[in-house]
């Protein structure tokens, strides 16, 4: 902002109009009873005083513009908010001298006005003063703003970025036994089973790559990622790992971040046991504004990863998104691990 509200139209014609007003006022408290006040009120006075101001903002604008533009030497602030006020002071004595001096020698027609003009030139010097400190604060404010704008810009960078991680984030250990699992089939001979795997990672990785500069999707497009996770995942489990959905609206019309619920069932799988002896049902529902996650507790003993760091890097993620926030309730009977369903109006 710095000047730009000071060489605003309205500014600088409204500006001196008020201010010659309350200076009037001022000097008619001065030089008079408040009971004389409507008495001496000179229409003619007023309008000198409201000219005296445009001439002096006018001037400060002018001062405060050239003293912002020019390449001054580096300085500290103290000094430099001196030279400032300085410079301000001297056009107000200079100008309010040389117009009250031509105002009551050819005007008036008074020569001696000695009293009168220190008056005036101690009533326009904090008139001057109020001017620059309301300048000052504004900049300061200012200063603050943008200081305020580039903090939250950087921060939705930031999560720009964690966002772009997290729809881009490979599993290396999925990855891995996916081809472990493709080499088993391929020594056991069973060449179409092996096609089969190898569709199912390339279709897998496929949505992934879709969706890479996707914002947000829709649950129907997860959903058909996660078929094809489930695929290629249950060859190790032997088919124990089981999802059932029950949602109360089509899968078109609720929106997700990518890979959020894919992510939310590697949690599951990461702190639930699962194997080709030991069966992990899911079953994923609609709840207000969540989609929910209900399994059977039967939590590992040891686990390879914090749960926690996969729930933060999906709150990341969605705080872009929405103010809710996933969650992961874990109890010794069931376990619920709700994510938000992102609102387009909050988009």
């Known amino acids: 902002m ?34 004389e006040i409507t008495n001496n009120f000179r229409p003619d006075e007023l309008v000198f005083l409201i000219l ?18 020019a390449e001054a030497p580096e300085m500290h602030s103290f000094f430099k908010t001196s030279l400032l006020f300085l410079g301000s002071f001297i056009i107000t004595i200079a100008e309010v ?35 620059h400190l309301f300048y000052i604060s504004i900049k300061l404010l200012d200063k603050q703003n943008t200081l305020l704008l580039q903090k939250e810009e950087l ?19 999925f990855l891995y036994n996916s081809l472990e699992g493709i080499i088993s089939l391929i020594r ?10 190898i569709d199912y990672l390339a279709l897998f990785y496929r949505r992934i790559l879709g969706n890479r500069y996707s914002e947000i999707i829709s649950l129907d497009e997860e959903i058909k990622k996660i078929e094809h996770y489930l695929e290629i995942q249950n060859y190790s489990y032997a088919n124990n790992l089981k999802i059932e959905w029950h949602l109360k609206q089509n899968a078109h019309a609720i929106m ?13 799988e990461q702190t639930q046991l699962i194997n080709s002896n030991t069966e992990l049902n899911i079953t994923i529902e609609e709840e207000k504004e969540y989609i ?18 996969i729930l933060n890097n999906i709150n990341h993620s969605i705080s872009y998104y ?3 926030e996933a969650v992961c309730i874990e109890n010794s009977v069931m376990s619920t691990i709700k994510i938000p369903i992102i609102e387009l109006e909050n988009h």
């Not at 509200?5 to 001065?30: C, D, E, K, T, W």
């Open 155 to 173: 921060n939705r960078k930031n999560i720009k970025y964690e966002l772009e991680v997290f729809r881009n984030k490979i599993n290396p250990d």
């Open 292 to 309: 929910c996650f209900r399994y059977q507790s039967s939590p590992r003993l040891k686990r390879e990863f914090d749960p926690k760091v």
């Open 52 to 69: 005296v101001n445009y001439i002096l903002f006018e001037s400060y604008r002018r001062w405060i513009n050239f003293f912002e533009n």
């Open 322 to 324: 929405s103010n809710l």
């Open 97 to 131: 001298s040389a117009c009250f001096w031509l105002y009551f020698n050819y005007y008036v027609g008074i020569s001696s006005f000695g009293s009168e003009l220190i008056s005036f030139l101690i009533v326009f010097v904090l008139v001057g003063i109020l001017f």
């Open 2 to 35: 710095k000047t730009k509200y000071l060489n605003q139209s309205l500014y600088r014609i409204f500006a001196p109009l008020v201010a010659g007003m309350f200076v009037y006022i001022l000097i008619l408290l001065v030089f008079d009873r408040l009971s």
């Open 256 to 268: 997700v971040v990518p890979n959020s619920i894919l992510h939310s069932l590697n949690l599951i």
């Open 188 to 197: 056991k001979d069973h060449i179409s089973q092996a096609e089969k795997h």
